[in-house]
């Protein structure tokens, strides 16, 4: 899956420097699915405060598993996206994505969520081809 990128953000790339909101902006509109599951969390996590809110429901079709997929796969896109929310992003398998804060207080949580442990018990069978 590919972003949808533009004439003037392209020409802007090839010329050097890229402005990363207009990047942003790209990814918003290029991936709908994981942006909106991306600031759903965020917000979430705004309002109930905690050590990190997390996605537990499959997405509803290959097309938006990419989009989430592609998001995350992708350091300049989850850097960029990690910065316009001011979050950490964290990922399981091919939908359990978690935002955390950049707090230092829930560095142990985001280790566990992230550690080898973690990865394994969010393993089930339902999702084995997903």
């Known amino acids: 899956m590919s972003l949808d990128v533009s004439p003037a953000l392209l020409e802007q790339a090839e010329r050097g420097e890229v402005d990363e909101e207009a990047f942003v902006d790209c990814v ?5 699915y994981a942006w909106e599951m991306i600031s ?3 917000d ?13 429901t ?8 990419g ?3 592609r998001a995350l796969a992708s350091d300049a896109i989850r850097g960029a996206l990690q910065r316009h929310f ?17 707090d230092p207080s829930v560095d142990e949580r985001l280790a566990r ?11 089930s069978p339902e ?4």
């Open 28 to 32: 918003r509109n290029s991936l709908p």
């Open 40 to 42: 759903s969390l965020v």
């Open 44 to 56: 979430r996590l705004a309002v109930e405060g905690g050590e990190f809110a997390d996605n537990r």
């Open 58 to 65: 499959p997405p509803p079709d290959e097309q938006a598993r």
């Open 67 to 69: 989009q989430l997929l």
């Open 86 to 102: 001011g979050v950490r992003l964290a990922f399981q398998n091919c939908h359990r994505v978690a935002v955390f804060p950049l």
């Open 113 to 123: 969520f992230t550690s080898v442990r973690g990865q394994l018990l969010n393993q």
């Open 127 to 130: 999702l084995r081809d997903c």
